[in-house]
């Protein structure tokens, strides 16, 4: 059966907009119940931006958030994971990490606000769309019944809410 805090980790290339927002947001609502990391495969070493006004617009935290590599979490001394998600657009044809030391693993596919070009209003536009489809499927998932829930009975609700 599983206990709580439900450790995730949101992984992407650059760690530096979907995972962060996921993290942040998970944190946030999850009170609690989830404890919510993220990391990149290659990260880019700062918290974009745009993603840092969003969630000051909205009165989320910032303060801890980072870009960190994928390192941190194969450490001895990193917290023992529950689920992975990545959330890099396969549409984008992006290369999304892999990571096999969790039990789940979970893709929520979501369009790079980083890899938007041209005016700033446009980047923010991207960035607040991006950040509403992740706090609409970080809300499904807090509204999960996650405890005493068996890993394979976890896998079975978590996919069920996985974006089409």
Same mark, same amino acid.
């Given at each position: ?22 993290? &942040?947001? @998970? ?6 119940? /989830?404890?919510?990391?993220? $990391?990149?495969?290659?990260? *880019? ?17 910032? &303060?801890? @958030? ?6 941190? /979490?194969?450490?001895?001394? $990193?917290?023992?994971?529950? *689920? ?17 030391? &969790? ?62």
């Amino acid at each position: 059966m599983h206990k709580t805090p439900l450790k995730i980790l949101f992984l992407c290339t650059g760690n530096s907009a979907r995972s962060i927002m996921a993290e &942040a947001l @998970l944190n946030y609502y999850g009170q609690g119940r /989830f404890e919510a990391y993220s $990391a990149g495969s290659n990260p *880019v070493g700062e918290v974009n931006p745009f993603v840092v006004e969003t969630l000051n617009d909205v009165r989320i935290s910032t &303060a801890g @958030l980072r870009s960190k590599s994928w390192d941190e /979490f194969a450490s001895a001394r $990193a917290p023992i994971l529950d *689920v992975v998600i990545t959330v890099c657009d396969n549409a984008a044809k992006e290369k999304c990490p892999i990571w096999y030391s &969790a039990p789940i693993h979970l893709h929520w596919g979501f369009a790079d606000p980083a890899a938007v070009e041209g005016p700033e209003i446009a980047k923010r536009y991207e960035t607040r769309r991006v950040y509403s489809d992740i706090e609409s499927q970080i809300r499904k998932l807090i509204a999960l019944p996650i405890e005493g829930l068996t890993p394979q009975q976890l896998d079975i609700q978590l996919r069920a809410i996985a974006p089409r």
